[in-house]
């Protein structure tokens, strides 16, 4: 109440302007006049160091605030205050580091006892039962969560209920939404192609999972051939040739008999999980369509593969096949010629 005097006031202020000189004074007034968030009331006195701020309270107590986080009146608020009353420095030395990216334990058994090998990943966090004819979909959802990228139930619906989920693969809506589902995480997730020259998907199949990388498959037609007998037997199947996207997250595989299973990740509540034995796999009714790193996997070194020789064995129907030695091996390739044989190597690096 006192202030509001024109008398007193001047009093008050002729003797600040004695003890503390004009120019403190007018810094000090200056101060106090701007506004400042809450987060820096009570502060008495500041260093400002290029990205952050040191402030001391009256207690003794000390921060340290990061500029970016504050206000441009905060900022000026502050730097008034440094020069005022500012902080001296002090030996010790602030440094950002990036946290360390741990990549995603996805597999949770990797054993070999006598000729047998089992590898299996963890399942999915959430299993899902696809809405309809939403196989691809679905399949995906499963393929990005063993690899750690969850996706949410608005995401999915979003691109589900955009189509006919009949029939949901004949609008083009449908299939952008899923390609637009791997490109929506950052970083995108890493995804690696089967070699356009491997002769055996499933040993390359079985690599990848070795790795941690669980595997997006698809049973392309006449799936009923490659369900368990037991299910097929309490629900016959009606769906004609039409394909099931599925996913791979473990095998079985014993060297000596050539033989062993796919564990498959499925869409179907009824029926979320299976395995498939190899010999029911082969004549094309699994397909292996690609794997994926789990997430924060470090790059892998690539091995640039140079072709040595390049050897004509024999025709084989409309095709050639040849013997190509590289840096990396020897394999066999059906190729319509020389030419193209190159072709599949070098386009593969």
Not at 77 to 97: D, F, M, Q, Y
Not at 288 to 294: D, L, N
Not at 317 to 324: A, F, H, R
Request: proline residues 7%; contains cysteine.
């Amino acid at each position: 109440m006192f202030l509001t005097c024109p008398c007193l006031f001047g009093l008050v202020q002729f003797n600040m302007k004695r003890f503390l000189g004009l120019p403190a004074l007018l810094t000090l007034l200056a101060i106090n006049a701007q506004a400042v968030s809450s987060r820096l009331e009570g502060v008495v006195r500041a260093r400002i160091d290029k990205n952050y701020a040191v402030v001391f309270f009256p207690n003794g107590t000390r921060a340290m605030v990061p500029m970016a986080s504050l206000t441009e009146e905060d900022r000026t608020w502050l730097a008034n205050l440094s020069n005022e009353k500012p902080v001296a420095h002090g030996n010790s030395v602030v440094t950002v580091v990036s946290a360390p990216v741990t990549a995603k334990k996805t597999i949770v058994t990797s054993t070999i006892t006598g000729p047998l090998e089992t590898v299996r990943l963890c399942p999915p966090n959430v299993s899902r039962d696809q809405i309809g004819g939403t196989c691809m979909l679905y399949g995906r959802v499963h393929w990005l969560d063993i690899a750690g990228y969850y996706v949410d139930a608005p995401t999915i619906y979003k691109i589900s209920n955009v189509a006919n989920q009949e029939s949901p693969w004949k609008d083009p809506r449908y299939h952008q939404g899923i390609a637009g589902l791997l490109a929506s995480f950052t970083p995108a997730p890493v995804v690696h192609n089967v070699p356009a020259q491997e002769n055996n998907p499933f040993e390359w199949a079985r690599g990848e999972l070795r790795k941690g990388r669980p595997i997006l498959a698809a049973f392309p037609r006449e799936i009923w051939q490659a369900l368990p007998p037991g299910f097929i037997a309490a629900h016959p199947w009606g769906g004609g040739s039409v394909g099931h996207q599925i996913v791979v997250n473990g095998f079985t595989w014993n060297k000596e008999t050539q033989t062993g299973t796919f564990h498959i990740i499925n869409s179907w509540q009824e029926l979320p999980e299976f395995d498939l034995q190899t010999e029911a796999a082969k004549g094309g009714a699994l397909v292996i369509e690609q794997s994926m790193s789990p997430k924060g996997e470090a790059p892998e070194k690539t091995i640039v593969e140079i072709i040595k020789t390049i050897t004509f064995l024999r025709t084989v129907g409309k095709t050639n096949l040849y013997e190509v030695q590289t840096n990396l091996g020897t394999k066999k390739i059906a190729a319509v010629s020389e030419e193209a044989v190159r072709s599949l190597i070098e386009d593969a690096k």
